[in-house]
């Protein structure tokens, strides 16, 4: 007759806990990684947030016939053509709204530079937010080059 091997208690108690170590290894290990991917996820969302928002609008101030502020210098004003674009600058969103369309980006905006193109003139040549993304400064900047006409054609309506 055969003789059937068995294991003792002690041994299954060690295979026991070299399994769960194991175990608890893996599952800390994947949180952990779990954990910095989300983190990446959010830093890279916020960057591209930044650079689509930097990108329109620059793209709004090449189009734009006349930039303008308004008295609290929160909100500009982009004419083309028949066609207005207001942004409005909060302090924790940027507020784009263009031919019934909204869209607003989740950027920090702390300070708004502006130069007008002169002193009599309230045509807006350059505007340069400082926003914070990702816990960094950045600006945000925009200019204009108004074309003599455009100049013109401005000084006209304000003179009447």
Not at 130 to 143: H, Q
Request: charged fraction near 20%; glycine fraction near 2%; aromatic fraction near 10%.
């Amino acid at each position: 007759m055969k003789k059937l091997h068995s294991f003792t208690i002690i041994e299954l108690v060690i295979t026991m806990v070299i399994t769960s170590v194991v175990a608890s290894v893996v599952y800390y290990s994947y949180s952990l990684l779990n954990h910095q991917f989300n983190q990446y996820s959010r830093r890279s969302m916020e960057i591209k947030k930044y650079y689509l928002l930097s990108d329109i609008w620059q793209k709004d101030f090449d189009k734009a016939d006349a930039i303008c502020d308004t008295l609290d210098n929160r909100h500009f004003i982009f004419t083309h053509s028949d066609t207005l674009v207001r942004y409005s600058i909060d302090t924790n969103v940027i507020v784009r709204q263009a031919a019934g369309i909204v869209d607003s980006f989740k950027l920090q905006a702390t300070h708004a530079d502006i130069i007008y193109v002169n002193d009599s003139l309230p045509l807006i040549q350059a505007i340069t937010l400082t926003t914070i993304v990702n816990g960094d400064t950045v600006l945000l900047s925009g200019n204009k080059l108004y074309s003599s006409k455009e100049i013109m054609s401005a000084e006209t309506l304000q003179h009447d």
